[in-house]
């Protein structure tokens, strides 16, 4: 009787063993759920924006922050390490480990809850990629299924290389080179032992042996990992114990890592038209900036504000008044850096990009730039005289009598010294004396929009943003030539690839070199003594203009030195009025100053003279005179007009 209870408990048996086979076997070729996924594995992959060194400006992502990192990239003890606390016959089952199963199964039954699991390191991906988290039979059936059908899809180097690619490591960091450089600020071939043990232990529950918030427990399930490696022979006593006593540093930090936000909007802004998964495609963005000189715009953007503010009494929490602060260089049109605000937090608005006002004063030297092109001279005599014009708008006859900042004339004066001091009449007088038509068509090179077709261009009557105030400015800078400014360098696929790389983007020759020159120095008078004296730069010969509009309302000051544009502007973000004494020299030009103080501390070895083109001169007959060219040459005293056409300047 017992022999045949025992030999019909061994037939049900088998017949049961057959019955889950040919069920397994049926689910396995049933079982539709697209395997591409893990397959042909592209993951969200946050894209990286550097400087021109090579530095970290910022992480840019969309959703899930991940650093991707190929197989070749993990140390061998890393993988060691998740296999020793994970799935230590990884290398030998076919997706599911049999053993593992039923060891678990039974330690649960005894403590009568879940205290192990069984899952595979595949079996893992699986559930992290195809599977719901929804806990049942059925998931668990198809989750050992699917481990097997990876298994046949792909190698095992390649299940590792996705799964430490895929999984959670708490704060927000997915795959292990992102934790890496989230935890320690590493690569992955710079973490220690410890690190990486610690590393390793935290998919298992990231919040709960998060570092940053429960740093004994991570060390500790660091320890589990280190020990479970030794007993395994997969690393010595003596590496070991010295891996136990260390105490990795981990950083604090946000996903982002953003230290300049201002230049990643930008960036983002430029590239998501032609790369629309720009946050999720893993480019390593390379700019122009220079994060050390982004330190110092920063700084001295601040400092001209906060003096601002005192000068007025205001709070930075209340006050509307804000400002901007961009960087080029001269040959290159690089940006070496581009502060869009005195705070991001408050407002993320560029306005070094975003921005248009009027540039006031700041657009003279361009009006002068046409006449000392069109045969006009530094010493050349101009009349600041007061005038008075009407023409009609809308159908009414308007009335228009300009007047100079200090509400004088004093009749006659030279062109360098109207431009100097910042003479309206003198300047309205001039551009009447050349004629508004010669000023539009020379101006055309700029590629300017909004342009007054009248009078009121004389005094900078125009929208414009600072980015293109630094364009129009490289025309004095750069010895005559017109370069854009760029702020992206190259950008670099996942696989390395440069899919995107700049080229110098020279548009157009405005001047040539000597005239230009003659402007420079113009421009060098007014920060030595006209109204850019605050911008001076001991032992550095800068050049620049004040830029003041009606009311006060925008303060600028555009200049450079033999090296670099800095373009500087002050106004409120409601259009209101500074107020008193709100001007280009008084609230602007500080800002330039400290940036080039600090800069030449920076980098001294930076040029500091301008160099003086051939064609130049400044001596007649053993006399020193007035700067001059052939096509400047000095006034005489039965000096006439000028002509009504073009010198040949090219």
């Not at 003596?238 to 230290?259: M, S």
């Not at 009349?383 to 009414?396: H, L, N, S």
């Not at 509400?407 to 010294?417: A, D, K, M, P, Y």
């Amino acid at each position: 009787m017992v022999n045949q209870l025992i030999k019909g408990s061994i037939i049900l048996l088998i017949i049961f063993i057959i019955a889950l086979l040919g069920a397994f076997i049926y689910a396995y070729n049933e079982i539709k759920i697209d395997m591409d996924k893990i397959v042909n594995y592209r993951p969200k992959i946050s894209s990286v924006i550097l400087d021109s060194r090579g530095n970290k400006i910022a992480n840019i992502m969309k959703g899930e922050h991940r650093l991707y990192a190929k197989y070749s990239e993990i140390p061998g003890h890393l993988i060691e390490a998740l296999i020793a606390i994970e799935d230590t016959r990884f290398f030998e089952h076919n997706g599911i480990n049999p053993d593992a199963i039923i060891r678990a199964a039974i330690r649960n039954y005894k403590a009568g809850k879940k205290v192990e699991g069984g899952s595979t390191i595949t079996q893992q991906l699986v559930k992290k990629i195809l599977l719901s988290p929804k806990k049942s039979y059925t998931r668990k059936l198809k989750e050992a299924i699917l481990a097997i059908k990876v298994e046949n899809e792909l190698t095992k180097e390649q299940i590792l290389e996705r799964y430490l690619n895929e999984i959670s490591f708490g704060s927000g960091y997915f795959g292990v080179k992102t934790a890496a450089k989230g935890y320690f600020h590493k690569d992955l071939s710079e973490l220690t032992l410890k690190e990486m043990a610690l590393l390793v232990g935290l998919p298992n529950a990231p919040s709960f042996y998060n570092p940053r918030r429960h740093l004994d427990r991570a060390l500790n399930r660091a320890n589990t990992i280190l020990n479970r490696m030794r007993e395994l022979g997969w690393i010595s006593s003596k590496d070991y114990n010295e891996a136990i006593k260390e105490i990795p540093k981990i950083y604090k930090g946000t996903l982002t890592q953003n230290i300049a936000p201002y230049i990643t909007d930008e960036v983002v802004r430029r590239l998501k038209k032609e790369f629309p998964d720009i946050k999720t495609g893993g480019y390593t963005i390379y700019t122009t900036i220079d994060l050390k000189e982004q330190k110092l715009a920063k700084e001295a953007l601040l400092y001209a504000y906060k003096r601002a503010l005192k000068k007025y009494k205001e709070s930075p929490k209340t006050s509307t008044l804000n400002g901007a602060l961009l960087v080029v260089d001269n040959k290159t049109g690089d940006i070496k850096a581009m502060v869009g605000g005195v705070d991001y937090k408050k407002s993320a608005f560029n306005r070094v990009t975003m921005m248009e006002r009027q540039p006031g004063s700041a657009f003279k030297p361009f009006l002068y730039q046409i006449a000392l092109d069109l045969g006009y001279n530094p010493a050349t005599e101009l009349t600041d005289v007061a005038r008075t014009f009407q023409y009609y708008k809308d159908g009414k006859r308007v009335i228009w009598r300009p007047k100079n900042y200090e509400s004088n004339f004093v009749g006659f004066i030279t062109l360098r010294e109207a431009l100097v001091h910042s003479r309206n009449l003198a300047t309205i007088n001039l551009v009447s004396e050349i004629g508004v038509d010669r000023i539009l068509e020379r101006l055309k090179p700029l590629k300017l929009k909004h342009v007054p077709h009248d009078m009121s261009i004389s005094l900078g009557n125009l929208g414009i943003s600072p980015v293109k105030m630094a364009e129009i400015y490289s025309v004095f800078a750069n010895g005559g030539h017109l370069i854009e400014p760029r702020l992206i360098s190259r950008v670099v696929s996942k696989d390395g690839t440069t899919i995107y790389e700049a080229k110098n983007q020279e548009i157009a020759d405005f001047t040539r070199p000597e005239q230009a020159y003659l402007m420079t120095d113009i421009l060098k008078d007014v920060i030595k003594r006209g109204t850019g004296r605050k911008a001076q730069v001991p032992n550095v010969e800068v050049a620049g203009k004040t830029g003041t509009t009606n009311r006060n309302v925008d303060a600028w000051f555009c200049g450079y030195s033999p090296a670099q544009e800095v373009i500087v502007w002050f106004g409120r973000d409601n259009n209101r009025p500074i107020g008193k004494g709100g001007t280009g020299g008084a609230i602007s030009a500080p800002a330039f100053s400290y940036f080039f103080k600090k800069l030449y501390k920076l980098y001294p070895n930076l040029p500091r003279e301008f160099e003086v083109p051939e064609g130049v001169y400044n001596m007649r007959d053993g006399v020193l005179t007035e700067l001059y060219t052939d096509i400047s040459p000095l006034p005489t005293k039965e000096e006439t007009s000028s002509s009504d056409e073009f010198p040949d300047m090219f």
